[in-house]
């Protein structure tokens, strides 16, 4: 079974502070993405990466940047929360195919608090 | 930027009823996904539909994409409360990159 993993299910943090949400996948997947979920809203895509070392932005990359030094993991980061990031934030990873779209496959979530 | 507007945004009906929900949008993607997400977990793929017109059956779920590949559906018949959850459709393209564009949801609770 796919399994990706993401460090806290809910994380509360202030204003202003560092954050840092980690995501692990564990099926060699070339493709790792992080998106926020709001109601209303579905799914805003805030980074991908297609490999190692690679990112490119989504949608809504403002206030958030992604590091991914190994091709399991894939981090997102808050240089500076602020009230309007609370949200739940999914992490997930797919194969990259030659044609087409494959399944991504997504860990729990992390609902992020900022007061 | 590529928009999917999901209707209805919320549904409630009793065990047994039928229903559709549906995806809409402006733009031609060349293939349409459907995933369940439940409370607490993260989004499951349902199907994949690549083909104008393509229909799909899951059991109970019946899925369609649109002749003109830019509109989907998903009926589900005698529905039960197991089918409660959250519906999100995606839509891919085939420029070479696997990004989705992910539908606004439909949050759908069946009633014993």
């Known amino acids: 079974d796919v399994k990706v993993t993401q460090s806290s299910r809910y994380l509360v943090k202030r204003t202003g502070e560092k954050v840092f949400l980690e995501c692990v996948q564990d099926?060699?997947?070339?493709?790792m993405f992080w998106y926020r979920q709001d109601p209303g809203l579905g799914l805003r895509l805030i980074y991908f990466s297609y490999d190692v070392k690679m990112k490119e932005k989504g949608d809504i990359p403002e206030g958030y940047s992604v590091s991914r030094e190994k091709k399991e993991r894939f981090s997102l980061i808050l240089e500076s929360a602020s009230t309007n990031q609370t949200s739940m934030y999914l992490c997930?990873?797919?194969?990259?195919?030659?044609?087409?779209?494959?399944?991504?496959?997504f860990g729990p979530g992390t609902r992020l608090t900022v007061l | 930027t590529q928009l999917l507007e999901q209707s209805p945004q919320f549904l409630s009906i009793q065990e047994g009823e039928n229903l559709t929900v549906y995806c809409n949008s402006s733009?031609?993607?060349?293939?349409l996904q459907w995933y369940r997400q439940e409370p607490g977990e993260g989004p499951v793929l349902l199907v994949t539909?690549?083909?104008?017109?393509e229909v799909k059956k899951l059991k109970r779920l019946t899925f369609q994409f649109g002749d003109a590949r830019k509109d989907s559906s998903l009926h589900i018949t005698a529905a039960q409360p197991g089918d409660t959850g959250l519906y999100l459709c995606a839509g891919g393209t085939n420029f070479g990159n696997e990004k989705l564009t992910f539908g606004t949801g439909t949050r759908l609770t069946i009633i014993p």
């Open positions: 733009s031609v993607f060349s293939s």
């Open positions: 997930a990873s797919s194969f990259r195919v030659q044609r087409g779209t494959d399944t991504q496959y």
């Open positions: 539909v690549v083909t104008g017109g």
């Open positions: 099926m060699d997947h070339e493709n």
